[in-house]
């Protein structure tokens, strides 16, 4: 038996991500930074608790609690390399303080007790309703929405080039007021993939009103992804809707097919109208900087600027089985003057954690890939964060960009090893 506490833990990370959307407009609108440091050292807490007071309690995981926390504490362990590694601690201590405390999300999902899968829901919400009020800054691009996303560029470590107001404005990714188009890629995917699952869901619960509501989620996310320029993103969000469109044919659910077609095509319609009325130069930039970087999706281009990083770490691999230690290699190595990478996630973790992390790292997710697929209709939410994460590691040190980023990935993976929900979606048949 669940305690009240217990319920009222879950209730409260149900709110961690809508309170980040929340404390981040606060953030950016009056530029009083690192606000949103506050919800990550509560939500840390609150996952810590809920952690320690059911980990004896659940064993309902095929043994993936064990495997998980060995994986935890073998990335803790390699910290000792820094007795030896060169590198200062800071850069231990910024993995430590984001990249290992997401982890703990897988265990929330996997001892998640909840049939009504709140954390999506509310996520889905919320971070829908982020994106909707970035796309309205972003196009309208008020002097006080540049100026505070120049504020925000010129403080990071990276910053190289100078802009003024105009030549900012040509250069600028949707970022919503979240600091980073990263965190629209990563937060805005795990939503597109929610609203793409209840849009498709065979519930007869879902009423025609929470349908549109869906659609016009994955309208603002799909915008969302190609003004934010990502190319990981765009390719994504179209095979994966492409994915479902087939699919929902297939299954004889052509009209939720049509519809999205529908919407889409009076949406886009609409929107170019209204914004070649009213913001004509504003439309003709932003169709400008997307088309270019849609001409940049060959593999050439890709790897193009990350084959110096690359080669240039690994000529000093030393440490090939256990690596250098965790934060040796990536960004925080890198604004600190070592070799590093900041944009390849699986040769960050080598580098790092040596032979041994990289295939405990490889073990643990394609197992939860390979089980979320065995049993993809309930778990196309899962599959679908899952797979987008995997694939963005390629060109990008998605783990490690910021705890608040990755949680709904980490949540995903529990839920995958949560078989009390498996259970009662099949016998409830709860799928899409």
Known sequence: MRSVAIDKYYKWLDYIMPVYFVVAFVEFYFGIWHLTT????????????????????????????????????????????Y???????????????????????????????????????????????????????????????????????????????????????????FS????????????????????????????????????VLYIASVIILLVAFFLSQMRVAIVYSVLLLSFYFVRGLKRQQGGA???MLLFLTLFTVVAFMYLGASYGDRLDSLLEMVTERLSDLSIGKLAQGRDTQLSTLMSTWDYVIFGHGLGSGGSSAVSRGFPGVTDLQYIKILFETGLLGLLFFLVLVLSTLIRSIKFLRYYLIEAGIIGFVLIAMIGGNTLSLGYLYILPFWYAMGMVWNKNYLNYAKNNRIYA
């Open 176 to 211: 919503s007021y979240l600091a980073s188009e990263y965190a629209v890629i990563y937060l805005g995917m795990a939503a597109f993939c929610t609203a793409l699952f209840y849009l498709y869901s065979n519930s007869i619960n879902t009423s025609i009103k929470r349908r």
């Open 38 to 81: 506050i919800v990550k050292i509560l939500s840390i807490l609150v996952s810590l608790v809920i952690v320690i007071k059911l980990y004896n309690v659940n064993n309902n995981n095929g043994g993936m609690k064990s495997f998980l926390t060995l994986f935890i504490v073998f990335n803790l362990t390699t910290g000792l390399a």
């Open 83 to 173: 007795l030896w590694n060169g590198r200062p601690i800071a850069c231990y201590l910024n993995d430590v303080m984001n990249y290992i405390p997401a982890m703990l999300f897988m265990f929330v999902g996997m001892f998640d007790y909840r049939v009504e899968r709140t954390f999506y829901k509310s996520f889905l919400l919320y971070c829908t309703i982020s994106m909707a009020i970035g796309l309205l800054l972003y196009v309208t691009a008020t002097s006080w929405f540049i100026t505070r996303s120049m504020e925000i560029y010129n403080s990071q470590w990276f910053a190289e080039d100078q802009y003024n107001e105009d030549s900012y404005l040509n250069a600028l990714r």
């Open 257 to 259: 097919s049509l519809k």
